[in-house]
């Protein structure tokens, strides 16, 4: 029996590899110095799609909220064998918090209707908040199983998988619809297909049409502009290659409950913390090394 | 998160340095696309397509099949008693990642599902994907398998099996070798046989089959009993089905991965590719000349391999008070690896350049409905041109890649020292991994065969004139460029002496004479691509500072005279030892 499943996923900056400039000096991040990835755990959740679709049949439907760029994961989807895709932009949806995010993604997902399980990454690597997931769920209204590591057995209207809950694991079946967390344990992602490259990788977002004809057209008007995205867009849309793009007021999301207004998340604070390297001990890989590194991790508690 | 292709300039840089829009017109010329939606709109897409596939090979070597290689090389395969072999699990997951990526019909048209891509783009694949495993090479690399099929076999034959080959669900083998039938193909004696019905069967053994238990099998077999030499050979395709055994999966030095297999044929039905008595002379030599070229390519990617390997430990291994890279003799070894490597690599890429320039324009010539008389005239001529000039490259190349991968695993190991002969390090798979590719697909003494024939025919002098016709504005690189003009009498004349002794001299100097013309060909190479890329200029003159002694040397030694390996081969050999 086929099943629809939805991906959400998120373009974050690369924080596993951050370096001094990648730091404001107030601590923030500075996204423009770090190169903008697919988040991690993302990847597993669309593999986990993916596979359902394998085993069962159905389809593998990807959103992502975020600014025009957004638009490269679901490239990315596409690569990797996502059936549609859909970027949710708006400017009125900037700096949204959890909440606000969880709410515009919940509208996106009632726009598209039908669907058996909705698949997120545990959390995000720049937020690492894993709140939208589940916020998300409570806002469908769906039960929710976070912390997937293996997905067992969909039978009928029942879905069975392991949860990995950081100390051990159970085995959680439930009724579908069902939204599901995924955690970065629970697959190696498929790499690109390279006939799938090969055919999307001219796949455009309509803003992202635009941002480039105003970029290669900078002294055109208003109306220049306008007329030649919708020629290209026309033109990608004839060829199966336009990236789908709602706004807010095509997913029906009251405005006040986006964006900055619609996010009571205040940093209160935010801590500059440097850690300096203080010299390091060379374990030899010998019997006795490992003996000997085993005795200092006990000496220091770290082994108990 | 790696990538071997983005991680490797040189590879990046020859991309650039070979115009690949020039092949990649050739190769969109009426090529047989079907339905699919994946064709480039024009030249320049196809080239950025390539660039796109590289790097997907590179991001799927770095990260997928780098990390098992280690545990396929220690465990290997295993052999069924029903005569099946069970893949490494890991080989399995290996296969199905170039599978779901879409990789295993490399080269194939688009019609098939293929992805089109030329020769080089194929070379460099190849090389990215056995810097990563060798022995995963051997199922990657052995795309040509369904070339063949797909430029000799009948079309109902192509249709059933080409577009499974691009799907990645069968793997195939070249059943060429015998127990009896070793270099010398001609004496192949697995037999086949037709029934009234005109239905073909196999019998027979045979030995030391690269992915022997693979699912689509081109198998070379006598069709003519009476015909004793090559021309009662034809070539067949089957499928494994229960008539066809692995008897025996060899235990080698390498390459562990890729399963060795003793195949007993028990009237194996099998369909004839092409036709009757051609197997050997046109279908097998096609075959292993793109397979020549693969294994070039597989030897610069194990060469990569055990030079970052040696490269990084000199860096960071301290003795005497520093790293060891900064002792003279270390750096020699350092440097001159990734000499070796870069000259092989730009004589195998041009190679297989060169192999693309001919494949399509053979192509062209067979299959274009529309050709001219005079373009038809044309494109015979240049085919003519091509196989001559393909005919010394191709065994060159092999030769002198192969024979490089194995002094660079070897010389990798020797800038470890003791670490490099433990396990703890993969310095020793290398080196063992290396030692296959101056053996199969024709060993070394083999490739010097064929690559001096056509060296002292002519081919090499007017392959030299049309290097030497470069012009540099670079003083540096005209004077180097001099120097390599100025040392080619040398070996002229020692091809026109050897020309004057006894047939067998030939054969004997034939390595010095090979070597010589390979040192001349590189030399040229480098300092072109010298021309483009400052970094290419040390390099360069390293190469044709450091060998043009080795390029006297070779000379001198054909010019001796010297033949006592024959004349006096017992005197010093000694007789022959009692077996014990």
Redesign the interface.
């Known amino acids: 029996m086929p099943y629809d499943c939805i991906v959400c996923v998120k373009q974050v900056p690369d924080t596993a590899n951050i370096t001094a400039e990648a730091m404001n000096p107030d601590g923030t991040v500075n996204r423009a110095a770090l190169p903008a990835i697919f988040n991690p755990e993302d990847l597993n959740a669309l593999e986990a799609a993916l596979e359902v679709r394998d085993r069962y049949g159905g389809t593998v439907t990807a959103i992502s909220m975020g600014p025009p760029k957004a638009a490269e994961v679901l490239r990315e989807c596409l690569y990797r064998g996502a059936d549609r895709v859909i970027l949710i932009t708006d400017r009125r949806a900037a700096a949204s918090d959890t909440l606000a995010t969880s709410y515009i993604l919940s509208q996106a997902i009632r726009t598209i209707g039908r669907f058996d399980i909705v698949f997120c990454g545990r959390q995000a690597i720049d937020g690492d908040t894993a709140q939208v997931g589940p916020q998300l769920a409570e806002k469908l209204g769906l039960p929710q199983i976070t912390y997937m590591e293996e997905l067992l057995a969909i039978d009928g209207d029942r879905i069975r998988l392991r949860r990995n809950n950081g100390h051990g694991w159970e085995i959680v079946e439930s009724k579908l619809p069902i939204l599901v967390t995924v955690i970065g344990t629970a697959n190696?992602p498929?790499?690109?297909?390279?006939?799938?490259?090969?055919?999307f990788?001219r796949a455009r977002a309509e803003a992202e049409i635009e941002a480039e004809v105003r970029r290669q057209m900078p002294n055109a008007s208003e109306e220049e502009i306008q007329a030649e995205v919708a020629r290209r867009r026309d033109e990608l849309a004839a060829r199966g290659l336009l990236i789908e793009q709602w706004d807010i007021t095509r997913i029906g999301a009251d405005p006040n409950r986006c964006g900055l207004a619609g996010s009571p998340t205040k940093v209160h604070r935010i801590q500059s913390i440097v850690f300096s390297k203080k010299g390091y001990t060379e374990i030899p890989?010998t019997e006795e090394g490992i003996r000997q590194l085993i005795r200092e991790l006990v000496v220091d508690r770290i082994l108990g | 998160m790696g990538n071997y292709f983005l991680d490797n300039e040189d590879i990046q840089f020859l991309f650039r340095f070979l115009n690949l829009r020039e092949i990649a017109q050739l190769q969109e010329q009426d090529t047989p696309n079907g339905q699919a939606d994946y064709v480039p709109v024009d030249i320049d897409d196809a080239v950025d397509n390539y660039w796109r596939v590289l790097e997907l090979v590179g991001e799927i070597a770095a990260d997928y099949i780098a990390p098992n290689a280690e545990r396929i090389d220690r465990e290997g395969n295993r052999l069924l008693e029903d005569g099946t072999v069970e893949l490494h699990p890991l080989v399995r997951e290996n296969l199905r990642r170039m599978k779901q990526a879409d990789l295993m019909g490399f080269t194939l048209p688009r019609k098939y599902g293929g992805l089109n891509c030329p020769n080089i783009v194929y070379s460099m694949a190849t090389e990215i994907v056995s810097r990563a495993d060798a022995s995963f090479m051997n199922f990657f690399g052995l795309q040509g398998i369904a070339d063949t099929i797909y430029a000799f076999a009948d079309d109902a034959i192509k249709d059933a099996v080409l577009p499974r080959f691009a799907r990645g669900e069968v793997t195939g083998a070249m059943v060429l070798t015998e127990p009896d039938a070793g270099s010398d193909l001609q004496a192949v004696r697995l037999r086949a046989w037709q029934d009234h019905n005109g239905q073909w069967y196999l019998n027979g053994v045979k030995r030391f089959i690269t992915n022997g238990c693979g699912e689509i099998l081109l198998v070379l077999a006598r069709s003519e009993p009476d015909i004793a030499d090559g021309r009662g050979l034809s070539l067949f395709i089957t499928e494994r089905n229960e008539r066809i055994r692995v008897r025996h999966l060899e235990e080698k030095l390498g390459i562990h991965g890729s399963p060795t297999c003793e195949l007993v044929f028990e009237d194996a039905p099998a369909q004839l590719i092409g036709e009757r008595q051609r197997g050997l002379i046109t279908y097998v030599m096609a075959l292993m000349n793109g397979a020549r070229v693969s294994v070039a390519a597989q030897s610069l990617g194990i060469a990569e391999a055990a030079y970052r390997l040696a490269r990084n430990y000199a860096h960071t291994r301290q003795q005497f008070g520093g790293p060891i890279e900064k002792l003279p003799p270390v750096a020699q070894m350092v440097v001159d690896m990734r000499v070796a490597i870069e000259a092989a690599r730009a004589l195998v890429y041009y190679t297989s350049r060169v192999c693309d320039l001919e494949n399509n324009n053979q192509r062209l010539l067979e299959w274009k409905a529309d050709l001219s008389a005079e373009e038809k005239q044309q494109r015979r001529q240049l085919a003519r041109t091509l196989r001559r000039l393909n005919s010394m490259l191709t065994p060159m190349s092999k030769y002198y890649a192969s024979e490089m991968a194995c002094w660079v695993a070897n010389t990798a190991i020797q800038v470890l020292g003791g670490s490099g002969y433990m396990r703890d390090y993969a310095a020793e798979r290398y080196f063992r991994d290396a030692r296959i590719t101056t053996i199969y697909e024709g060993t070394s003494q083999l490739q010097i065969v064929a690559a001096v024939r056509a060296a002292v025919s002519g081919t090499l002098e007017s392959f030299l004139a049309e290097l030497e016709s470069r012009r540099f504005d670079d003083d540096k690189l005209a004077n180097l460029q001099k120097a390599l003009i100025e040392a080619k009498p040398q070996v002229l004349e020692a091809i026109s002496f050897t020309k004057r002794q006894s047939a067998g001299y030939l054969d004997l100097v034939g390595r010095q004479i090979v070597d010589a013309a390979i040192i001349l060909i590189c030399g040229h190479l480098l300092l072109a691509q010298a021309e483009k890329w400052d970094r290419k200029r040390f390099v360069a003159e390293r190469f044709i500072r450091s060998q043009l002694p080795v390029y006297r040397m070779c000379c001198e030694q054909v010019l001796s005279g010297d033949n006592s390996p024959i004349v006096v081969y017992e005197e010093i050999a000694g007789p022959p030892l009692p077996v014990s």
């Open positions: 190696v498929r790499p690109c297909a390279a006939k799938r490259i090969m055919r990788k890989p």
